[in-house]
């Protein structure tokens, strides 16, 4: 089946570590991204990737990193710089340029912080 | 900036209601509107919409876009329990990618 897997469900970090959150498509999809969603909030923008060794910053970048080596995937780095990384975490991928571009999603991470 | 509203930001009903969910927008560039909803974890796929005035629907739901008003609604009827999500309105740009509203909670009670 083709889809978007997130690993792992949850996580935890410990103070001035860093974690990283997989993410995995297997729908051949050239654009990738990173949203972070908190409670009763939408989904904000962390990266995006449109193309393999590419990727932009979104709306709110600090202390994250990325890195997209293969199409298939692109893993976020939650940073030590990250001060307030307890949230949900989505990966989401599209086609670009398609005239019925829409998001397709993974089932997420929880990150909390000990 | 680009920017998304949703409202109400919370709702509670009872089975059986119909409701009704708001989006505006101001975008430029504008492509499309999305509707998602998202019951636990990964939100799925509801409509596009990309022309004004065309209604969309599937089972008891149904949107419709107004690009003059630049807003568009979700209308659920015949509401039922497993309604129960966080509906979520995006706007797809030219040369961008989507923007997010703060989601619209639903509860649906017995």
């Known amino acids: 089946d083709g889809g978007i897997t997130q690993s792992p469900k949850y996580l935890f970090r410990k103070e001035g570590q860093n974690v990283t959150l997989s993410c995995e498509q297997n729908l051949n999809h050239d654009a990738m991204y990173w949203y972070r969603q908190d409670p009763g909030q939408g989904l904000r923008l962390i990266y995006y990737s449109q193309i393999v060794n590419d990727f932009q910053k979104g709306d709110i970048a600090e202390g994250y990193s990325v890195s997209r080596e293969k199409k298939e995937s692109f893993p976020l780095t939650v940073t030590s710089a990250q001060k307030n990384p307890t949230a949900f975490y989505l990966c989401a991928s599209s086609i670009r340029g398609a005239t019925n571009e829409k998001l397709f999603f993974g089932s997420g991470t929880q990150l909390s912080v000990l | ?110």
Not at chain 2, 10 to 36: A, I, K, M, P, Q
Not at chain 2, 57 to 78: C, H, M, P, V
């Open chain 2, 1 to 110: 900036e680009d920017k998304v509203v949703q409202s109400p930001l919370s709702l509670v009903v009872h089975e059986g209601d119909t409701v009704t969910l708001n989006c505006s927008y101001e975008v430029t560039n504008f492509r499309s509107l999305l509707w998602y909803k998202q019951e636990k974890k990964a939100p799925t796929f509801l409509f596009m919409l990309t022309s004004s005035g065309i209604e969309k629907k599937s089972g008891r739901l149904s949107s419709i876009l107004d690009k003059k008003e630049l807003f568009s609604i979700l209308n659920i009827t015949a509401t039922q329990t497993g309604d129960s999500a966080i509906y979520l309105c995006a706007v797809v740009f030219y040369g961008q990618n989507f923007v997010f509203g703060p989601g619209t909670r639903l509860s649906v009670l017995p």
